[in-house]
């Protein structure tokens, strides 16, 4: 598992470390990383024109020192200054001693248009609202110039802790980041400028709860229901989807194909598209009663393609199993019949359908995407699985918030969220709590949309065959 810790832990953990460790060790190692990973990027060293973006705290210390190792193997490095009066002076010293130059931003052009590599170093974790007008003329010029761009820790202007992003900010190819991932490096926005992040540990000790974490292939394998020797479809768990109206009959016939294979022993349908899905998924257990008379379920699924039938959504959160609430359902749901539940609820929005539930523009949510979710489950009170290119599963009782980056742009299909509606629906029904049904199902989902398109467009229902496969990628 990943897990990415506060800016305000991170630094608690450095101060203790930097307790016990000679004076300037902590940086050294830090820079060490960050050579190693310089080097790798380059390839050869020797010959190659790399320049510093130096600002006055100690990301630019760990970039001057970092650039006196790659001085001292043979590399032509170039460090320019943005407050030459506070630069960090005992890394200043090493770079000249290594054989570096020092510039002014003035006469930065020329150097970062002819470097093979640029180093940002302007900003570190504690950087707040973009950058200021000197480091984003150096930021563009490093984006627009051939060289790789490799971040020290976090690309400056990007906000640490929130991953928001409030201004002109570095894009990185590389950020190479220290002790621990920052949660700006794993949710958008700010993910998009970080690039590929490489973590260097560096020896912290991180106490307390993350806030946030990725889970691993290894970390779904052990959530995923598996069949024991006398297991039967109702040990299993059933699931019951209500989903679908004569506009949308697709909806349900997609929300049925997710949850047939999301680990539930069956699958019952309720609604007005029971011939459609009946015709693709025979094995679906339909009826034209309603949810209350629908049979025995562990969970519901309601929502998707359900148009203006707010008598179903309401009749399903009266029901006492965990709820999955999606699409139409979120718009048709009363807030005072979410909150007074008190069996599990997981609602999936999109950002879009977010932003209405909170009253604020979608370009809010889409900016502040962490704080979203979490605002969304206190306000509900509810797991919120908020949907986008890295997903966010929030608890309403705070927490780590679970983030997925499994999927692929191509997910952003019609019908692709009705698919992992019913897939975490039938794992909510196998037993599974929401906070992981939502972790697992977003994990699996995005695995197979990322096999479906093999970069091609595919389809909704191509993303609900393959998951089995990539179900079986998380045991393999």
């Given amino acids: 598992m990943r897990t990415a810790y506060s800016v305000e832990t991170v630094r608690a953990a ?9 004076e300037g060790a902590l940086m050294q190692r830090a820079a060490a990383g960050l050579a190693a990973a310089c080097a790798d990027l380059l ?3 020797y010959g190659s024109r790399v320049v510093l973006l130096v600002g006055s705290g100690d990301n630019g210390g760990d970039a001057l020192y970092a650039g006196a190792r790659l001085a001292r193997r043979g590399a032509g490095v170039t460090a320019v200054l943005l407050a030459p009066g506070r630069a960090h002076a005992g890394g200043l010293d090493a770079l000249r001693r290594a054989g570096g ?4 931003a003035d ?8 470097a093979d590599l640029v180093m940002d170093g302007i900003v570190g974790i504690g950087g707040k609202g973009g950058l200021r007008p000197d480091a984003e003329r150096l930021a563009g010029l490093a984006d627009r110039s051939r060289a790789a761009v490799v971040a020290v820790d976090l690309p400056s202007g990007v906000e640490a802790d929130t991953g928001e992003v409030r201004g002109a900010a570095v894009r990185a190819d590389l950020t190479v980041t220290f002790g621990t991932y920052k949660p700006g490096l794993l949710v958008d926005p700010a993910r998009e400028y970080a690039g590929i992040v490489r973590l260097v540990d560096i020896g912290l000790e991180l106490p307390g709860e993350a806030e946030l974490e990725a889970l691993q292939h290894a970390d779904v394998a052990r959530l995923l229901p598996s069949p024991a020797a006398e297991s039967d479809k109702y040990r299993r768990g059933v699931v019951g989807i209500a989903a679908g109206s004569a506009r949308y009959p697709g909806a349900a016939v997609l929300a049925v194909s997710g949850a047939l294979r999301g680990g539930a022993g069956a699958v019952r349908y309720v609604g007005p598209a029971g011939d459609a899905v009946i015709a693709r998924f025979p094995e679906t257990l ?12 562990q969970a519901w699924v309601v929502g998707p393609g359900a148009g203006d039938d707010a008598a179903t959504v309401a009749e399903v959160l009266a029901a006492d199993v965990p709820v999955l609430l999606d699409a139409d359902g979120l718009r048709l749901a009363e807030r005072d019949a979410v909150r ?4 599990p609820t997981l609602m999936t929005p999109h950002a879009g359908e977010a932003a209405a539930l909170l009253g604020v523009r979608r370009e809010e949510v889409e900016g502040a995407r962490l704080a979203a979710a979490r605002e969304l489950a206190a306000a509900y009170r509810a797991t919120v699985l908020l949907k986008g290119s890295t997903t966010l599963v929030a608890d309403d009782g705070g927490g780590a918030v679970r983030v997925n980056a499994t999927g692929t742009p191509w997910l952003a299909t019609a019908g692709s969220g009705d698919v992992l509606s019913g897939l975490a ?6 037993g599974l709590a929401a906070r992981d049904a939502g972790s697992a199902a977003a994990h699996l989902h995005g695995l197979a949309g990322r096999f479906a398109a093999d970069g091609a467009p595919a389809g909704a229902h191509d993303v609900a065959a393959l998951i089995p496969e990539a179900w079986r990628d998380v045991y393999d």
């Fill in 340 to 343: 007074g539940r008190t069996a």
């Fill in 425 to 430: 629906g039938s794992l909510l029904a196998a």
């Fill in 101 to 104: 130059r020092v510039t002014g």
């Fill in 43 to 45: 390839g050869r060293v």
């Fill in 107 to 114: 006469d930065a052009e020329g150097p970062i248009a002819r």
């Fill in 286 to 297: 339909v009826s034209d009663a309603g949810p209350a008379r629908a049979g025995r379920v």
């Fill in 14 to 22: 450095e101060r203790a470390l930097m307790a016990r460790l000679p």
